[in-house]
């Protein structure tokens, strides 16, 4: 039974990364936290079941379709609620500002659409296959899950580590200025790193829609509050850390459900939040930013 | 009675890379001490080094002789070390007149509660602070725009808000930022005229520019850095004819 | 005549009570803390005030007195460890901590009754006092906020390192506001249970802290009037214009973006700027003074 809610935990723990991972990766190279990444998330999921309620189309391409629309969304958020304030240069306060309010007119949109309703998946969206492991019962969903958020980080970090594209988001992410100098166009860069970071939240919707069996417009909010959690944890703009608190995180999460309520386990996950931001703020793996006070660095 | 501020050997390392190294240094009181050097010499870097922004990696800093070298930036200002900015930084909102008397800040006795219940030692310390601020916009030249929004005003102005700021806390050791930058001969003469006075009333002045000639008619004592070392100190003048500081300014 | 009153007198109430909210969304975010508490505070006040009410039988103004004093207790708790923190982290602390009350709200409902909330809470609090209580909240903030406390605030909020430059110690500052903050948001939630009938964990969530955000971006963060200018417009805006309760979370979220980009000192905050600019003008333009000040001796300066 334990191993069981481990496995579950893994697998919500590792989608929980993904999207963790585009929201750190916001954050390392555009120091801001985009508070309206969970709705990025929705969006996804909403265009996925879409794709297959309407479109009837098969699960893949809902994914597909759920990250082009992750993507597209984040890159609408850079556009209309972050560009403006990067070009005069406002404080953080403002970015923040910035994005609850793009966040809100987003969730808004979607609880029009929705009719505030709780939407599902078809049962047959995802073919329904178990395996029996070590008394485990494995779903080929969450065989599929895990490979899938393999591929995406080992992707990103190819894209990252490997491509001249990635080498100047990298350059962007360590010191903007210089990039600048040396002719690298910050604009561009930034309109990658969200479209990426978008993509990765719209897949984790649709999968998220998939493993827990519901879509609905307020499914953003619950999400943002544990990438907090994840990203503080593992460090900000670190993306080993982003997964491995995100499997955490997932554990911590489906083992107070099982064995406690969902309710305290809601109320855990946020005083893990509280106390990790007030005892180490750069997490486990981050660096450490201007955020701190004015103190002999 | 020991030299206000001395730097004993300071340096200052970024993760290897030595931004300040070797620099040692004495800011006498009453005398205008100049730290001079081209763009990106490390002037910055000391100055956040004495202010307590910076930890030192090796040497020490005395003010008085007490050694501050691991003291916070909040106890320096308190023990009167002043500085001005070099990109200003004001609150625009505010009056003239209110961004000077924050300045007076350290010197508040009376708490926060007398203030609100209008106490008498309240109302007595604030007419006195009001007073030595117009005082201060008095030798300005800026009585008449005290209630004026700081933000509104010229860059000139706002430099000279900035230096009444810093005066206003009856400061031992004076550090000015590139004060004059962005001026023209005109006003930095009258800056320079002000500057003059601060200095005969018994405080130490460290005026750190870019500016030579600005620098040679006002300082007694000139150190002069490069790419972090310092390559020449002594009177202005000779200091002004050194080759190697010729070198350093046209090489850079 | 006394119909259009009783029509919106409850929305009066709500407006009045706003206010304080904002006041203590102002409070935090005028000494440059980034702090989103005020709901979870309000929600400590409400609770606590409605509880002692309808549990013990407590009379109410007393129960709103306790309120607010469980919400200072509380925010001084947590000031000491969130004033080492800044910006983001701050905001996302303070999240954390409306999370943590309102998931303690809905879950134990031994004590709170749970998502059903309190209900037949009296209604003690009539439109005359709670005008009284917000004049002199308002006259405390003032005054607070016009001399040397208000000063050091807007120093730290600008710059840091300047205010430590001039010996100010930030902590406390910090502190303090935090935890005025946190009184303020205590008596406007235990106000708001004493003039609502009923009060469920939801009124308190994420709704309540964007809309105390909104109301203090709106309308200022650095003067008084600022937020209650924001609370005014805020609270009313859905009800005088139909339209907007429907969408009131668009036109929330739409205003928060529109006022951060382009009016980022809010409505309050600009037009008060303005008029003071316009008003020394005009007096540094008469022809009593002397030798120009500011603004023309940048035209002058041909001389040299």
Request: a positive charge; aromatic letters at 8%; one cysteine or more.
């Amino acid at each position: 039974m334990l191993m069981q809610q481990l496995l579950n935990g893994i697998v919500v723990g590792s989608v929980y990364g993904l999207f963790a991972l585009g929201f750190t990766l916001l954050f390392g190279v555009n120091h801001i936290m985009n508070m309206a990444h969970g709705s990025v998330f929705m969006w996804g999921a909403f265009a996925g079941l879409y794709a297959v309620l309407q479109l009837d189309a098969p699960i893949y391409v809902a994914l597909l379709v759920g990250m082009l629309a992750g993507g597209a969304v984040s890159v609408l958020l850079d556009l209309v609620a972050f560009r403006p304030l990067r070009r005069r240069g406002g404080p953080e306060f403002s970015a923040i500002v910035s994005s609850i309010g793009a966040d809100l007119v987003l969730i808004s949109i979607a609880q029009k659409l929705s009719n505030t309703a709780v939407m599902r998946f078809p049962f047959d969206a995802f073919p329904v296959i178990f395996f029996s492991f070590m008394g485990m019962r494995v779903q080929l969903l969450q065989l599929v899950i895990m490979a899938l958020v393999v591929v995406m980080v080992v992707g990103l970090v190819w894209y990252l580590y490997r491509t001249s594209f990635g080498l100047r988001i990298r350059s962007v992410a360590y010191a903007e200025q210089t990039s600048r100098l040396l002719g690298i166009n910050p604009g561009p860069v930034n309109m990658q790193v969200f479209f990426i970071s978008g993509a990765l939240a719209g897949m984790a919707g649709v999968l998220i829609g998939l493993v827990f069996n519901s879509v609905h417009f307020a499914m953003g909010e619950p999400l943002l509050l544990r990438a907090f959690v994840i990203i503080i944890i593992g460090g900000l703009g670190s993306i080993p850390g982003a997964l491995i608190a995100g499997m955490v995180i997932g554990i911590v999460q489906t083992l107070s459900v099982a064995y406690i309520s969902s309710g305290v386990a809601e109320a855990i996950v946020f005083m893990a939040l509280f106390v990790v931001i007030v005892l180490r703020p750069t997490g486990l793996f981050g660096q450490p930013t201007a955020a701190m006070r004015v103190q002999r660095t | 009675m020991s030299t206000a501020l001395v730097l004993e050997n300071v340096a200052r390392h970024f993760g290897g890379v030595p931004a300040v190294d070797g620099v040692s240094l004495e800011v006498p009181a009453g005398q205008i001490t100049g730290l001079i050097g081209p763009n990106g010499a490390g002037k910055t870097t000391v100055v956040n080094l004495i202010t307590g922004i910076l930890h030192l990696t090796r040497g020490r800093v005395l003010l008085d002789g007490q050694d501050v070298s691991r003291a916070e930036a909040p106890d320096l200002a308190r023990a009167g070390v002043a500085r001005t900015f070099q990109n200003i930084r004001l609150v625009p909102d505010a009056s003239v007149l209110d961004n000077v008397l924050v300045g007076f800040h350290r010197h508040e006795k009376t708490g926060l509660w007398a203030n609100l219940l209008g106490l008498p030692s309240a109302r007595a310390e604030a007419r006195q602070m009001q007073g030595e601020a117009m005082q201060l916009l008095e030798r300005f030249g800026m009585t008449e725009l005290a209630e004026h929004r700081a933000g509104a005003l010229s860059y000139g102005h706002q430099r000279r808000i900035e230096m009444m700021r810093a005066l206003a806390s009856r400061p031992k050791v004076l550090l000015l930022d590139e004060p004059v930058a962005g001026m023209n001969d005109a006003e930095a003469e009258s800056l320079a005229h002000i500057f003059r006075k601060v200095a005969d009333d018994g405080v130490a002045v460290l005026l750190i520019e870019h500016n030579m000639r600005f620098v040679m008619s006002l300082c007694s004592r000139l150190y002069v850095l490069a790419s972090g070392r310092l390559i020449a100190q002594g009177e202005p003048d000779a200091v002004g004819r050194d080759p190697v500081v010729v070198e350093a300014y046209l090489g850079a | 005549m006394i119909n259009f009153f009783n029509t919106y007198q409850s929305l009066l109430d709500h407006i009045l009570v706003n206010m304080l909210l904002a006041a203590s969304q102002y409070v935090v975010l005028r000494a440059g803390v980034f702090s989103l508490g005020s709901a979870g505070f309000a929600a400590l006040g409400a609770y606590c005030t409605a509880l002692l009410t309808t549990k013990l039988g407590w009379n109410p103004w007393l129960s709103v007195v306790l309120g607010m004093m469980l919400g200072t207790f509380v925010s001084a708790l947590l000031a000491l460890p969130l004033s080492r923190l800044r910006g983001v982290f701050q905001a996302v602390a303070t999240l954390a901590f409306v999370q943590i009350v309102l998931s303690a709200t809905q879950n134990w409902v031994a004590l709170t009754n749970g998502p059903m909330g309190v209900n037949s809470i009296p209604h003690a609090a009539g439109t005359a006092s709670l005008l009284l209580i917000v004049v002199a909240v308002v006259v405390f903030l003032v005054m607070m906020g016009r001399y040397s406390f208000g000063r050091a605030l807007d120093v730290i909020r600008e710059d840091e390192t300047v205010a430590v430059s001039l010996g100010i110690s930030v902590p406390y500052y910090h502190r303090i506001a935090f935890v005025l903050s946190g009184a303020l948001a205590g008596l406007s939630g235990g106000l708001h249970a004493i003039s609502s009938y009923s009060i469920t964990p939801q009124d308190y969530g994420f709704g309540l802290l964007v809309a105390a955000l909104a109301m203090v971006v709106l309308g200022g963060r650095t003067t008084v009037w600022g937020a209650l200018v924001g609370a005014l417009v805020l609270t009313s805006l859905p009800e005088v214009f139909r339209v907007f309760a429907d969408y009131r979370a668009v036109v929330q979220g739409l205003l928060l973006m529109l006022v951060i980009i382009y009016l980022p000192r809010g409505l309050a905050d600009t037009v008060i700027a303005h008029l003071k600019d316009r008003r020394l003008r005009r007096t540094a333009a008469s022809p009593v003074m002397a030798a120009p000040a500011g603004v023309l001796t940048a035209q002058t300066r041909s001389r040299s």
